[in-house]
């Protein structure tokens, strides 16, 4: 188990880094980013990927940081996980990011392992990007041209694909306003506390005169990419905040997946399953904290 | 001559015993926690190359072609190994029963995925690992039998061609009148069960560093070997070496749980460093290599099983009916584990008829081999599950119902229908200890309380007998000859008094360096920290095994033992000579003086005599020789070759544990939650009480995975699909509990000091009572989990079946 032989780079800068990206796409070089390892290493040991150079960003301090910017909040792309969890400012204003965290894999892993780098790696089982989905959680790419923004409904393809260019870097993930009084959730079922979930549910919602509002669910480890949940979403919005619609709309959620993932772990049908409880359970506890 | 042996601490010539049985800091641990041990992965040899195995990606294949120039031309790379030279200088593993191993690599055709195909021996093991990518090989798939009952099937696809059959071996054994039994019986209760593969997967894998002497034509094996001296022996049969010329080096391992799995490494490290002139080759199996061929699986069985019961809730007949998968070889031994439940087959109960229907058949799975408990986990998980359900029959409670069959304590020694003599024990007084423990009626209403809610809470008390201190004739059936494990000890004082233990196996995580230290400090009463305790190399050695079917701490105590008393006995000769021709039975030890017992003030201490022994032989008794040394080999006493139908004396010692466990099944997920776990537990004598309830918590933890979580996936062309540790779920501190434990102590008649084996029985016994809980939680809903793991999913679907997932 050892990586096949490759470069390895480790710009001090994101403008040096992308220039090495601008130039090894020249070169015709296959060429990975390392934002931390937590999967890519064991990728690469396993011979499972095998770039020809890898550019590391751990030495691109510029990259690490958590701070407000205005009621946004903007989060470094090689910020660690274990950051994001130990920041007050996302415990106390985002909580359901904060809350995320927590449940990505174990406080080891947490260490290494970097926001940006679970963002760009998107993994289909990973929390963040339902909760990008669920939160419009905006990405920040820099590129050759200057930055751009790609919302998260943009950015994940499919597995393990967003749509980054081969010379950009996602420098910055850029939380906006969390509503005060929103209801939120997120649990996850996987069979060994910390592992890669086998379905997960986020959830926001509102209350107005007992009525459930702007209801959003997204589902993770179920398909491709994280989802949303709009028909599930559509059972509840309007309708009063009881366990019943709580039932009916998990109901929908269950049902509407579309061709669930079916693996080793997890039948299709079983997924589906997780779906309907998670998202019961989820939009209960995401009712109670809404004030 | 038979010797005789302190039966209890009690009895150990000190007034006051100082160690053995006290929570003694482990001697192994300084170098533990400082990192200092020598694990094999740290040795490195002047002009040492490493070693990377190619492997099959094919179940069942043909072997056209291999073809190294490639990788022999990769610079860095030193020796390829491959069919050809392992054709010329190697023979197939030996097996019990005989004729089913195959080569250290494949050398007509490959029979699982993961068999070596192709080696090579670099620089480093980067390039090894680049140069096997280079090998070009030819295959020719064949059909793979992926499973059991496939390999049965009429016109299955046949493994090994020379027996024209998968089937190793089908044997009845029958116990008593079973027809009868069961014809007479009130009751009968069938199940059908399935386990699944689960197996070790010790913090280390295995790993050796092999050099051939090609002038001596002689190879030493550095390695993490369990059992030194018979891997050794095993590899004089397959490398065509005189067995002395074979010399084992075990080191330190992290962990072993039984599967590590040494032979092919082994072998193949040797021929390549032979090939490479005699250059020392290195070979780390990495993770995924354990995973998919390294011995890690174990146990993929399935039962139909019966219990044969009166009204009033007495077994008469347990009937089993086995069909084992051994995976594509028997190389690794796992035949064996469906020998060793005769050694406790009818668990605690007093039951007077059993049959045992065995079929053990290849398949193009990975070979399994032995894990933790050895055969009877799977076991006694059908008797407990049958005892529960007779229990739900018969509307008893499934405290009653055992209590009501268990072995009485007058009845010791005991002989189960199967052969095997139970030593000691008091299986109520434990029952009785851990209802107590864990207030089993509160818990009942606690669950009383859950169920009225439409919560699926359940509660088990399952108990198993751990036989301990296993001997060769228990698995004659399988083919295994011999009767008496010896296992030895080489004790010396030096001038100054400092005594010295040569053993033969080395550090695992038990701690027996530790217990041999213990025994030798209290008797001859000096302090543990005089007392060093080592390994030497299978040349070095008294006769040993080493680790392996809970017998080190007893088989160890009693060498230790017998090696002190030679020593008192040279001691008293050369004290008595001193004290003016006193004879040596005037003579007695006490507190680490040798005194003369009519005036005990007279004496020397044990470091003034072996001090004159060594450095004052004009003092010494005329011909006696100045050499305080004595080496002892223990083996169990009383062993005897089976009869016919498998019956004799094997494992020496029967430990006992009742566990009672508290889940909680989420009707949404099929989750299940563990809430409460108590453990009494009766292993004699405890030698050192902290590794005891070590060995009980590990071994809790390693159940908690083969009853929830653990399982090697295969698909229907024998692929595995488990080859990580991300498919591959051992649980985490996360998902075992904290056990509470208490525990009584009957000690052994038959062992030196009283002990008894103790290192699987909570592996016996966790799978059965998590499982047992279980359906005591589904008991409402009429349904019952059979198959391990018991994974959410196999529960949800399950309760969906009956309309009760929610």
Redesign the interface.
């Known amino acids: 188990?050892?990586?096949?032989?490759f470069d390895y780079h480790a710009p001090p800068t994101v403008e040096s880094a992308i220039a090495l990206l601008q130039r090894f796409e020249g070169e015709g070089l296959d060429t990975k980013l390392l934002a931390g390892g937590q999967s890519l290493m064991p990728m690469l040991n396993?011979?499972i990927a095998r770039p020809q150079v890898l550019v590391d960003l751990g030495k691109i301090e510029a990259l690490d940081y958590i701070r407000a910017e205005g009621e946004a909040i903007a989060i470094g792309s090689m910020a660690s996980k274990r950051a994001a969890e130990d920041s007050p400012l996302l415990r106390e204003q985002q909580p359901l990011f904060h809350a995320a965290t927590l449940l990505i894999g174990h406080r080891q892993i947490r260490n290494r392992g970097t926001v940006g780098g679970s963002f760009a790696h998107a993994d289909p089982a990973a929390e963040y990007p339902a909760v990008a989905l669920v939160q419009d959680i905006r990405m920040r790419a820099q590129g050759p041209n200057g930055v751009r923004e790609i919302a998260a409904s943009d950015f994940f393809v499919t597995f393990m694909t967003t749509s980054l260019e081969a010379t950009e870097i996602l420098v910055e993930v850029r939380l906006p306003p969390f509503r005060p009084g929103t209801g939120w959730a997120i649990q996850e079922?996987a069979?060994?506390?910390?592992?890669?979930a086998l379905a997960g549910i986020a959830v926001t919602l509102r209350k107005a005169n007992g009525r459930c509002e702007d209801v959003r669910i997204g589902a993770f480890g179920v398909n491709a990419t994280a989802v949303r949940l709009p028909a599930a979403e559509a059972a509840l919005n309007g309708q009063s905040a009881t366990t019943e619609n709580f039932a009916r709309a998990a109901a929908v959620a269950g049902e509407s997946v579309a061709e669930p993932l079916g693996d080793?772990?997890?039948?299709p049908d079983?997924r589906r399953?997780?779906v309907k409880?998670l998202t019961?359970?989820c939009l209960a506890e995401a009712a109670a904290r809404a004030a | 001559m038979a010797r005789e042996f302190p039966r209890l601490p009690e009895e150990l010539p000190t007034s006051a015993v100082r160690y053995v049985g006290k929570e003694v800091r482990r001697v192994e641990d300084p170098a533990l926690v400082s990192g200092s041990a020598p694990f094999i992965d740290n040795l490195q040899l002047p002009g040492m190359l490493h070693c990377a195995i190619l492997r099959s990606p094919h179940a069942h294949a043909r072997v056209l072609k291999v073809d190294a120039s490639a990788a022999e031309a990769l610079e860095g790379v030193v020796a390829v190994l491959t069919p050809d030279d392992v054709k010329r200088w190697a023979n197939a593993h030996v097996t019990s029963p005989p004729g089913w191993g195959t080569h250290c690599i494949a050398i007509d055709k490959v029979i699982y995925v993961g068999e070596p195909v192709a080696a090579v021996a670099a620089t480093s093991r980067h390039v090894a690992e680049d140069a096997i990518e280079l090998i070009d090989v030819d295959y020719e798939v064949l059909p793979a039998v992926a499973s059991a009952p496939a390999a049965i099937a009429p016109d299955a696809p046949v493994l090994f061609e020379e027996h024209g059959t998968n089937v190793i071996q089908k044997r009845v054994y029958t116990w008593g009148e079973v027809d009868r039994v069961f014809r007479e019986a009130d009751h009968v209760v069938t199940a059908s069960f399935r386990w699944n593969r689960c197996g070790a997967n010790p913090t280390e894998t295995f790993g050796c560093v092999c050099q051939w002497d090609l002038t001596d034509n002689s190879l030493v094996c550095h390695g993490s070997y369990q059992v030194p001296g018979f891997w050794g022996l095993a590899r004089s049969f397959s490398l065509n070496l005189p067995a002395n010329k074979v010399k084992v080096v075990s080191h330190p391992m992290g962990g072993g749980f039984g599967g590590k799995g040494g032979a092919r490494g082994t072998d193949i490290a040797a021929l390549l460093s032979r090939k490479a002139g005699g250059l020392p080759v290195k070979y780390i199996e990495d993770r995924m290599e354990c995973l998919l061929a390294g011995g890690s699986q174990s146990w993929d069985r399935r039962y139909e099983a019966s219990l044969a019961l009166k009204a009033d809730g007495t077994i008469t007949g347990f009937d089993v009916k086995l069909l084992d998968d051994q995976g594509a070889t028997t190389e690794t031994y796992g035949t064996i584990s469906v020998a060793k439940p005769l050694a406790a087959f009818t668990g605690n109960y007093r039951i007077e008829a059993a049959r045992y229907d065995t079929t053990l058949v290849v398949t193009n799975r990975a070979p399994v081999a032995p894990y933790r408990g050895y055969g009877p986990p799977p076991h006694f998980l059908v008797l407990e599950n049958l005892v529960d359900m007779a229990a739900r029959k018969l509307a008893l409670d499934p405290a009653d119902i055992r209590r009501r069959n268990y072995i009485r304590p007058e009845q010791f020694p005991y002989t189960i229908p199967s052969g095997n003599e139970y030593d000691s024990g008091d299986y109520e007084a434990v029952l009785d200890k851990v209802l107590k423990l864990a207030d089993y009626a509160a818990l009942r209403k606690e669950q009383a309380a859950a169920r009225a809610e439409g919560r699926l809470v359940g509660i088990s008390v399952v108990n198993t007998v751990e036989p301990g201190v296993f001997d060769w004739n228990a698995y004659a059936t399988v083919g295994v000859q011999g009767v008496g494990v010896p296992e030895g000890a080489r004790v010396s004082f030096d001038v100054l008094g400092n005594i010295t233990i040569v053993v033969g196996f080395n550090l695992q995580g038990q701690g027996q360096f530790t217990v041999a230290a213990q025994v030798a400090a209290d008797y001859f009463g000096v302090d543990i920290t005089s007392v060093k305790v080592t390994t030497a190399a299978t040349d070095a050695t008294p006769p040993h095994f080493g680790q392996g079917g809970s017998r080190v701490g007893v088989a160890i105590t009693g060498a230790v033992l017998g090696a002190c008393q030679k020593l008192e006995a040279d001691f008293k000769r050369v004290v008595g000579h001193i004290m003016g021709g006193l004879p040596p039975d005037a003579i007695e030890l006490m507190d680490g003086r040798l005194r003369v017992k009519a005036n005990p003030a007279m004496g020397m201490t044990v470091a003034e005599v072996a001090g004159t022994m060594l450095g004052r032989s004009d003092l010494l008794p005329p011909g006696m020789e100045p050499n305080p040394t004595a080496t002892s080999v223990w083996t169990a006493p009383g062993r005897n070759m089976p009869d016919e139908e498998g019956r004799c004396r094997s494992y020496l010692t029967a430990a006992t544990a009742t566990h009672v466990v508290m889940v909680e099944v989420d009707r949404g997920t099929g989750h299940t939650s563990i809430l409460k776990y108590f453990i009494v537990d009766d292993c004699g004598t405890r030698l050192n009480p902290a590794s005891v309830e070590g060995q009980l918590q590990g071994a809790v933890a390693q159940g908690v995975g083969a009853a929830l979580l653990e399982e090697y996936v295969y698909d229907d062309g024998a692929n595995p699909l488990v080859t990580t540790f991300v498919d591959y779920l051992m649980p985490s501190i996360h998902e075992v509990p904290i056990t509470r434990r208490d525990h009584i102590v009957t000690p052994s008649p038959v062992t030196p000091l009283g002990a008894k084996g103790c290192g699987e029985g909570a592996m016996h016994t966790t799978p059965a009572a998590i499982t047992c809980a279980i359906n005591d939680a589904l008991a409402p809903l009429g349904i019952e989990m059979t198959e391990t793991p018991a994974t959410a999913q196999r529960v949800w679907m399950r309760l969906k079946e009956v309309g009760a997932a929610r």
Not at chain 1, 1 to 5: G, L, T, V
Not at chain 1, 191 to 196: E, F, P, V, Y
Not at chain 1, 264 to 267: D, G, S
């Open positions: 188990m050892k990586a096949a032989s396993m011979r079922f069979k060994r506390h910390g592992d890669l080793v772990h997890a039948t079983y399953q997780l409880v019961e359970r």
